[in-house]
């Protein structure tokens, strides 16, 4: 699987497919995800925690670290796939409607 061939759907089906497995569906409320994200994401800090800058962008040059890095990447997509899923928000259009938002909201300098 690559980013440039692999679709959010087919990321988004995957994740669910896994959990429905697994019997986790009842667990898997909106205020549960949320709180899994953030833990997540604490999980990702903490292997940049106590870097300087420059050596958060080394970090994935160290094979250990890189892989330490896709783990928690992996784990907050699945569960922002999963809290897509659950809440019936289109990824896709979400980010689309963000972006443009985003570009009112802090233009490029002219």
Do not use: Q
Not at 25 to 30: A, K
Not at 41 to 59: K, M
Not at 95 to 105: D, G, R
């Amino acid at each position: 699987m690559a980013d440039a061939t692999t679709s959010v759907e087919a990321l988004k089906d995957g994740i669910r497919r896994f959990a429905a497995a697994r019997g986790w569906e009842p667990y898997h409320t909106p205020k549960n995800l949320a709180m899994a994200l953030a833990s997540e994401v604490g999980e990702l800090c903490d292997i940049l925690r106590w870097l300087t800058a420059e050596e958060s962008v080394a970090a994935a040059s160290d094979a250990v670290t890189r892989a330490a890095l896709a783990d928690e990447l992996a784990d907050i997509a699945n569960i922002v796939f999963l809290l897509s899923v659950h809440t019936g928000i289109d990824l896709s259009d979400a980010v689309a409607v963000k972006m443009t938002k985003n570009a009112i909201k802090y233009p490029a300098p002219a």
